[in-house]
């Protein structure tokens, strides 16, 4: 139960989830119901349906659909119109070839009163082709693989390209338990609006192809110190960008752990003489002293807001199944 804030109404929010395996162990079939109630009359409920099927082998097809309604809406019951479907199969190993193949549906009027939807009213289509090896003991790599994957996003209203992304890549495991990947992408964005990165900095409409390479760097997970490494650089619209993030973590003993992060981006668009550099800096603080308690506080500064965002969570899990979370922003 959320309070009254300015023009929003006091909200009530609801999740059940429900999920059985059928058939065999790797597969199952599910339904989940949200609800947003408002103690102005108002509400929002959307529902959900979804299955995981093991076909054969490593093969898997994976099917959801959900639906959502307002207060006052008159939509029937699997009406396309405010619902999202989404169907793939994939094959599932790291040896030899793998692969993935999907496509999602997600109409005008769907809009989960709970969650996040990046877009709206668009069809999707991704897919991932992947062969990979395990060297022989002789190799300082225990594993590393070759993939091409990609996606294209079509607005429904006119069929057209709204956002691609492709690009071949290289991904690899050593021995010593580093990890990384490296892939050159080409990006295609059809902008109708004007968006902005800053208030003084924005992105004008028209349609861009850009490119860009990506590589990131994970040390050995079961060190006490560990880290990852990202970096960003190419083109970027009608300029140039370069990003970097760096994630460090410190295992301070069995009871507490302490991890920090620091994203740095420079997008400059010299042909409109305007720049955008942004800073985050981010904190995280982990303490658990018991298997049924346990508190986390997580700090970040944000330069493009000139923010300081602060979250504290305490849990308490007094058996499986049971959680009380007490949390202050």
Avoid at 115 to 127: I, K, L, N
Wanted: glycine share 10%; proline share 4%.
């Amino acid at each position: 139960q959320t309070a009254a804030c300015q023009d929003t109404a006091s909200q009530n929010y609801g999740i059940f989830r429900l999920r059985r395996q059928v058939f065999d162990p790797y597969s199952y079939v599910g339904g989940i119901l949200a609800t947003k109630i408002r103690t102005d009359g108002t509400y929002n409920i959307a529902y959900g349906l979804d299955g995981l099927v093991r076909a054969f082998g490593e093969d898997y097809l994976t099917v959801k659909w959900a639906q959502s309604y307002d207060s006052g809406d008159q939509r029937q019951l699997f009406s396309s119109g405010a619902a999202r479907a989404h169907v793939n199969w994939e094959r599932r190993t790291t040896r030899g070839l793998s692969y993935f193949v999907g496509s999602s549906y997600v109409g005008p009027g769907y809009k989960p009163g709970i969650g996040f939807e990046a877009r709206e009213d668009y069809t999707s289509f991704s897919s991932k082709l992947m062969y990979g090896w395990f060297p022989d003991v002789a190799s300082p790599l225990f594993f590393h693989g070759l993939f091409l994957d990609g996606f294209v996003i079509l607005r429904n209203r006119d069929g057209a390209i709204e956002s691609a992304e492709v690009g071949p890549g290289w991904t690899y495991e050593s021995r010593s338990d580093y990890s990384g990947t490296i892939s050159p992408r080409v990006y295609r964005e059809d902008i109708l609006e004007a968006f902005e990165l800053s208030d003084d900095v924005e992105v004008p409409p028209g349609r861009y192809t850009f490119w860009g390479l990506s590589a990131d760097l994970q040390t050995p997970g079961t060190r006490r110190m560990r880290a990852s490494l990202n970096v960003e650089a190419g083109s970027f619209y009608d300029g140039w960008r370069v990003s970097l993030g760096l994630s460090p973590c410190w295992s301070l003993g069995a009871l507490a752990e302490l991890s920090g992060g620091y994203e740095f981006s420079n997008i400059d668009f010299s042909k409109r003489d305007t720049r955008f550099v942004v800073h985050v800096g981010r904190l995280r603080i982990l303490y658990m002293p018991s298997t049924c308690f346990s508190g986390a506080a997580f700090i970040q500064y944000n330069s493009a807001i000139d923010a300081v965002i602060v979250n504290v969570r305490l849990r308490y899990n007094p058996r499986e199944g049971i959680d009380v979370y007490f949390v202050y922003d």
